[in-house]
Nanobody
Framework: QVQLVESGGGLVLPGGSLRLSCAAT????????MGWFRQAPGKEREFVAAIMWNGGATYHADSVKGRFTISRDNAKNTMYLQMNSLKPEDTAVYYC???????????????WGQGTQVTVSS
């Protein structure tokens, strides 16, 4: 079982940027498709972005396309989410997750981090 720890969240002004990191321990990250999810208070969890084990394919939700970029560095056992042009509606707890299936199927993400809060507000 891989253990995941997110970092990089915080308070940012609208239009600002943040970079989230997801560090893995216990197993090498290179085995997994990785993803980012978010959940705002009172809302359902949203699938934000995902990246194949070798970075060869990525997915970004329409709500973040053109503003967020997922990437990974398997040598550092770490995944990233670069978030630019942040909006108040991006406020949520962001979670990273790992998927051994090799797909972007949401139900396949079974290992989760504890989450990091992102707040976009003036």
């Amino acid at each position: 079982q891989v253990q995941l720890v997110e970092s990089g969240g915080g308070l940012v002004l609208p239009g600002g940027s943040l970079r989230l990191s997801c560090a893995a321990t216990g197993r090498t990250l290179s085995r997994y498709t990785m993803g980012w999810f978010r959940q705002a208070p009172g809302k359902e969890r949203e699938f934000v972005a995902a990246i194949m084990w070798n970075g060869g394919a990525t997915y970004h939700a329409d709500s973040v396309k053109g503003r967020f970029t997922i990437s990974r560095d398997n040598a550092k056992n770490t995944m990233y989410l670069q978030m630019n042009s942040l909006k108040p509606e991006d406020t949520a707890v962001y979670y990273c997750a790992a998927n051994l299936e090799g797909s972007f199927r949401v139900a396949g993400f079974r290992s989760w981090g504890q989450g990091t809060q992102v707040t976009v507000s003036s």
